[in-house]
């Protein structure tokens, strides 16, 4: 912007960075795009930067794994540890395990920057989860940003996976526990296990090359395709703008809100800043992942409350509610469906997340675009999906718990898991309906509210006797956010060219009767005249 | 428990011990199999040790015990624990305590277990009920039934030992119950591994003799003296050195992290966001 002004001052009055940010621009011409991009609109709902904070917490993970970088040897040579942590001195471990004890003994400010990194790895993820649901709960997923969902879907597992390979690197008994149930997990898997276990450890697990391997992968590897990625994924977030709620001015071809340059920009760089503070304020107050305690690895201890990080947390969990006596021989072979389920359960789990996008518009016969977010409310179907789906995760989840959550609630273990072995079960079908019929009330109440205004609490006692409560009158902005939404209509089975009734479309019209049977339509430019009629005394005799 | 007492009456007092025990363990296949197994395995090697070297054990006889002691103990034991164990600590509706030495009982109701008031997956720990010297009474009067692990000397319990021996022993033997960081951790049925903050030296001692309730006897063929006394300096000084990354939360590993960073983290940032984006006017 600046640069933009100086070009018609004097140039024999040009302060130092005026004329710096034109030797740039000379050069670069990049006035043109911080023009271009500075005048994109952001749109103004905290929701929206659930998806910042991410980014953000990336960056502080990028700077302090680099920083980490410097100081982490991954081999698992023995050595006997001679830093200045007492209980372990004289231990034999591997380089790798002795180097992060180094940086967090005796490197200074090792041991801060190591949380650091662990800390905002946990909450990059976090904000990765609750930003996709937003975006999923918004409807932000619509055409043309399905693509999008695809990625961001990538770089939450990207991810996992960057969390689930820093946190072996150390080689503490944490670490190898983790490893040991990856392999265990491996090797569950029918015909190819076995030797994909070897492949990956480089023979017999644990072998000497893993910690070596993880490496490459978490400091080369994974971070440059999360990096890629991110710059995909915000790139389009550019080119589609912003999804935004409904409201005066908001139309499916603009976006409203400031304009990122200044204010946005200035509010964005702030933030940064807070992440930034937040996280180090928790790694210079908590401790995480103290390897001290956890010492090196070694096949034979198993530490009680051995679990993984958060975000893998679900895997574990998976694995913990299988009931006994899933493995059986047959054949000469075991056959692991403790772990095969799971796995599978896992799979199409994720797989449903991924490609619901694709299920709703087929669904819905829907191949228009959508700028508009939804309010989950308005979409009574797909907020209960999600819903259903949250608390599958969510007890899978705290399934990877059941231990402590026995013995801080003084429950049985058997108790807890019984008890979420239901909740994965029976829970996500509770939680379908109790949320179906929630968003369909507070639609009706929505209606309520156009059609006849908000309960002012004012009482009145009219000529005859009779007591009423006056209702005040909706405001032009709150209508509108309250009426614009799209209500389907469940599709009906219609004959192809030839004349036939396919059974793909006899599938999608039944999906599509339970996705639109119940709904709430929007209230109507005539319904509403109609209302508004019936009101000319502002009192309304239907509610006494 | 009355059944295993019908069989188990004439036996000697550590065969009887770990007959108890691997009944009450091998009734009960369970998922935690990893952990139950264990357990089991240490049960049984604990136990017959203790069984092949039950006279080494109580050799260790630190103070002479009067007579007076033992009738002051007596009294005691018939006031206070003989609805339970007999007039006799023959066992009754507990366990015979005929040979279960000082040190179990010293550690029973020191850590205030004993007298046990209520029924349930183990007995739950209270503020002591006697007063040291009480305690001590009671030890010997059981201690002169029959011949069982003593109260451990001074030296081995102040720890002044290796730490780092001790670490890792406790990593091998231990952490699967107890956590890495001694915080404590859940058994099958309701039963759980108590966290070690707080327990004295003696305690952890005795614990590690008697194997109290559902946790496995580690007798001195098994960790010998010396490394005992590492457990316990290293169990001591992680309780007097706090962590040097800042709060533990309780040592309970990610989940704890997890929990925080959701709640803390991410619901500091939220309400940052919502300010940020709050309409300024
Ligand atoms: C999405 C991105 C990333 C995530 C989620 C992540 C996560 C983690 C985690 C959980 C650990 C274990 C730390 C601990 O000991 O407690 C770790 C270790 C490590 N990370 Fe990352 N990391 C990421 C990116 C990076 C990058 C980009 C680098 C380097 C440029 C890096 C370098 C390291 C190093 C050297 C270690 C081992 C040192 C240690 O354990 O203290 N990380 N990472």
Redesign the interface.
């Known amino acids: 912007m600046s640069t933009a002004t100086t070009r018609s001052t004097a140039p024999e009055k040009r302060s130092f960075t005026a004329a710096a940010s034109e030797y740039v621009n000379d050069r670069t011409g990049i006035a043109v795009a911080i023009k271009g991009l500075g005048r994109k609109a952001f749109p103004d709902h905290w929701s929206f930067l659930l998806g910042e904070v991410a980014l953000f917490s990336f960056v502080v993970v990028l700077v302090s794994g680099t920083f980490l970088t410097f100081f982490f040897q991954a081999s698992m040579a023995e050595v006997e540890y001679d830093g200045s942590y007492v209980p372990l001195k004289g231990v034999e471990m591997s380089v790798a395990m002795a180097s992060t004890l180094d940086i967090s003994f005796d490197i200074r400010g090792g041991l801060f920057v190591r949380q650091m990194h662990h800390w905002a790895a946990l909450l990059f993820v976090a904000a990765i989860g609750l930003h996709m649901l937003r975006v999923f709960f918004t409807g932000a997923f619509r055409k043309p940003r399905e693509i999008n969902w695809v990625f961001g879907f990538l770089l939450f597992v990207l991810a996992m996976a960057e969390g689930f390979t820093g946190y072996s690197l150390p080689d503490d008994l944490l670490s190898g526990n983790g490893l040991r149930i990856i392999d265990g997990m491996v090797k569950g898997i029918p015909l190819i296990g076995t030797w994909t276990s070897f492949l990956l450890f480089g023979g017999e697990f644990p072998g000497t090359a893993i910690v070596g391997r993880l490496y490459t992968l978490h400091i080369l590897l994974l971070p440059a395709l999360v990096v890629a990625l991110i710059a995909v994924h915000v790139g389009y977030v550019f080119i589609h703008k912003h999804t935004q709620f409904a409201g005066p001015g908001r139309q499916p071809t603009n976006s409203v809100g400031p304009p990122i340059l200044p204010i946005y920009a200035a509010k964005a760089g702030g933030f940064m800043f807070i992440i930034w503070g937040v996280i180090s304020l928790i790694a210079a107050m908590f401790t995480i992942n103290p390897i001290w305690n956890y010492g090196p690895y070694d096949p034979s201890p198993v530490s009680a409350g051995t679990q993984p990080d958060w975000y893998i947390g679900f895997a574990d969990g998976a694995l913990r509610l299988i009931p006994p006596g899933w493995e059986f021989v047959w054949l000469d072979r075991t056959w692991s469906f403790n772990i095969l389920v799971p796995l599978i359960a896992i799979g199409i789990f994720l797989v449903l997340v991924v490609g619901y996008p694709f299920i709703e518009a087929w669904v819905k016969g829907d191949k228009r675009e959508h700028h508009i977010a939804d309010r989950p409310r308005n979409a009574p179907i797909r907020t209960a999906i999600g819903a259903a789906g949250v608390t599958f995760y969510a007890g899978l989840w705290a399934a990877a718990s059941s231990d402590l959550l026995a013995t801080h609630f003084s429950l049985t273990m058997e108790g807890v898991i019984n008890a979420l072995q239901a909740t994965v079960i029976l829970g996500p079908i509770i939680a379908y309906f109790i949320t179906k019929r929630v968003c369909i009330a507070l639609q009706k109440k929505d209606r309520e509210i156009v059609l006849h205004g908000y309960e002012s609490g004012r009482i009145v006692k009219l000529p005859g006797g009779e007591f009423i409560e006056v209702h005040q009158p909706l405001d032009e902005y709150d209508r509108w956010r309250l009426v614009s939404f799209e209500s389907y209509e469940p599709l009906m089975i219609r004959p192809d060219a030839r004349g036939k009734i396919t059974a793909g479309q006899r599938l999608r019209a039944s999906v599509s009767r339970w996705f639109f049977e119940d709904r709430i339509a929007p209230v109507t430019r005539g319904e509403l005249e109609a209302a508004h009629s019936s009101h000319h005394a502002e009192v309304d005799t239907t509610h006494g | 428990m009355s059944l295993d007492r019908s069989v188990t009456n004439s036996m000697p007092a550590n065969r009887k011990k770990l007959m108890n025990r691997s009944k009450r363990r091998t009734g009960r296949?369970?998922?935690?199999?990893?952990?139950a197994l264990?357990a089991l395995g240490l049960v049984f090697t604990g136990g017959a040790y203790a069984a092949l070297s039950s006279g080494s054990v109580a050799q260790a006889e630190a103070e002479p015990t009067s007579q007076e002691t033992i009738e002051e103990g007596k009294k005691l034991f018939q006031a206070n624990c003989a609805t339970c164990h007999g007039l006799d600590a023959q066992g009754n509706n507990g366990p015979s305590l005929i040979g279960v030495g000082a040190a179990s009982v010293d550690f029973q109701v020191g850590t205030g277990r004993m007298p046990m008031q209520m029924q349930g997956?183990q007995a739950q720990v209270k503020p002591p009920q006697f007063t040291d010297e009480q305690v001590k009474q009671l030890a010997y009067y059981v201690a002169s039934l029959g011949p069982g692990p003593d109260i451990p000397a001074d030296h081995l319990v102040n720890g002044g030992g290796d730490?780092?021996n001790?670490?890792?022993l406790f990593?091998?033997n231990c952490?699967?119950?107890?956590?890495?960081?001694g915080?404590?951790?859940?058994?099958?049925?309701?039963k759980?591994?108590p966290a070690l903050t707080g327990v004295s030296g003696v305690h952890i001692y005795e614990a590690m003799v008697t194997g109290p309730q559902n946790m496995p006897v580690f007798n001195d063929l098994n960790i010998s003296p010396e490394d005992k006394r590492d457990i316990i300096t290293?169990l001591k000084?992680?309780q007097d050195n706090r962590?040097?990354?800042?709060?533990?939360?309780g040592?309970?590993?990610?989940?704890a992290?997890?929990l925080?960073?959701?709640i803390?983290?991410?619901g500091?940032?939220?309400a940052?966001?919502?300010w940020?984006?709050a309409?300024s006017n």
């Open positions: 296949r369970h998922p935690l199999a990893t952990v264990l997956p730490a780092a001790g670490a890792e990593r091998i952490a699967m119950c107890h956590n890495v960081a915080a404590g951790g859940a058994l099958t049925e309701g759980f591994a290293y000084y992680v962590s040097p990354g800042g709060f533990e939360l040592s309970l590993g990610p989940v992290e997890g925080l960073i959701w803390f983290g991410l500091s940032i939220v940052i966001t919502v940020i984006t309409k």
